[in-house]
């Protein structure tokens, strides 16, 4: 009902219109029922799994979110470039072949595709991938070049007796990123008994497998020597994370600002932690295993285990939401930064909570209290 009354107008307090910048990114698309150009990812919907559908993702431009921060794109850039971006569709099966040659090659493959009718657009927002503005059903494609396929993948595809997780692992280790790791398993690639899975779960799937591998790892370490806060931002996404010495545990607390794209009238607050085990899906969704990913990779890099705890704030300055791997981003830009050490756990505390703009968090944490009364091995 507000949005009907303020149309635009920025009554929500709200730098951008979500619903506006819909329109506003239409403007420059002439919709067609053919492309020419390339195609540099895949993906697969999840309504009505397992009989799902699926396609490339079709654009002149890249498709990877480091590349989008290294040319210094804005929100409106990004959500511009996705609004231009189709995504083919077609019933399962059908050109299976095309998507996974398009899924291993490590460069964008050249593709020419004929619809069934021109493209339409309808560009949505979502939480854990990134926007897509057209859709198009596929009457015929042909993929124009051959893949460049990296070794290690061509290693890790080939194995059938690979289970995915164990494949998740040996990619990683290779030095292969996450975002081509979920397209193998989008397109089916990886794993036993292989078929295609829906993109949502495959960035989730990927992110907690690899981190799970990771922690496992971290737990066989010595703990780090300080308390250290690290701290970044990324499109109005504030991360700070404060790691104390001591065997692994994690939380994150999540802080969705007033007017902010979801907060509403009131600030909302939630958490989720664990400790070595876990069970059941984070009702952070996504963001929780996004975070988890970037801070294990820090601790495997430095060979240390530690006891973490991650804060996002959430704040109107992120007016379209891009997908979880701003989170991811944001926290390993946060580990790859200055780390500031503390002397005492308050004094930590405290500079997380300069950092991240207030101390209303406290109250949510469960890891705190327990830092702040239990001892461990560590302490003697």
Not at 60 to 84: C, F, Q, S, T, Y
């Amino acid at each position: 009902m507000r949005c009907a009354e303020c149309k635009g107008r920025g009554l929500c307090g709200l730098s951008r219109c979500p619903i506006m910048s819909r329109f506003y990114a239409q403007a420059p698309v002439r919709p067609s029922d053919h492309y020419q150009g390339t195609a540099p990812s895949v993906f697969v919907g999840s309504y009505g799994y397992p009989k799902v559908s699926g396609g490339p993702l079709m654009i002149n431009d890249a498709d990877n979110p480091p590349d989008w921060i290294v040319r210094g794109l804005g929100i409106e850039d990004i959500v511009g470039i996705r609004a231009r971006t189709i995504r083919g569709t077609t019933g399962p099966g059908r050109i299976t072949d095309n998507l996974q040659e398009i899924a291993l090659s490590s460069r964008p493959l050249d593709v020419e595709v004929r619809f069934v009718k021109p493209v339409a657009f309808d560009l949505r927002f979502d939480g854990t991938i990134a926007p897509v503005g057209l859709t198009g059903a596929i009457r015929k494609m042909d993929v124009l070049n051959n893949a460049r396929v990296d070794r290690a993948v061509d290693r890790a595809t080939s194995d059938t007796d690979l289970s995915a997780t164990d494949a998740f692992e040996v990619l990683h280790a290779s030095g292969t990123d996450v975002y081509q790791i979920t397209q193998l398993l989008t397109a089916g690639l990886l794993g036993r008994r292989r078929r295609v899975v829906p993109t949502r779960w495959a960035i989730t799937a990927v992110d907690d497998s690899v981190s799970t591998r990771l922690k496992k790892k971290i737990a066989r370490y010595p703990p780090i020597s300080d308390i250290e806060v690290f701290s970044a931002s990324l499109y109005g996404n504030h991360i700070v994370c404060l790691l104390v010495p001591g065997d692994w545990r994690f939380e994150m607390i999540e802080v969705w600002g007033k007017q902010s794209l979801w907060g509403g009238e009131e600030e909302t607050i939630a958490q989720d932690g664990e400790g070595l085990t876990r069970s059941g899906y984070s009702p952070l969704m996504g963001a929780y295993y996004s975070a988890r990913l970037a801070v294990t990779e820090y601790l495997e890099r430095i060979r240390r285990s530690a006891r973490v705890l991650v804060l996002r704030n959430i704040t109107g300055e992120y007016w379209a939401p891009l997908g979880t791997w701003v989170v991811r981003e944001a926290t390993r830009n946060a580990m790859r930064g200055e780390k500031i050490r503390c002397a005492t756990l308050q004094e930590g505390i405290d500079t997380a909570s300069h950092l991240i703009g207030f101390s209303r968090w406290r109250p949510h944490s469960r890891l705190i209290p327990d830092l702040m009364t239990q001892k461990t091995l560590f302490d003697f």
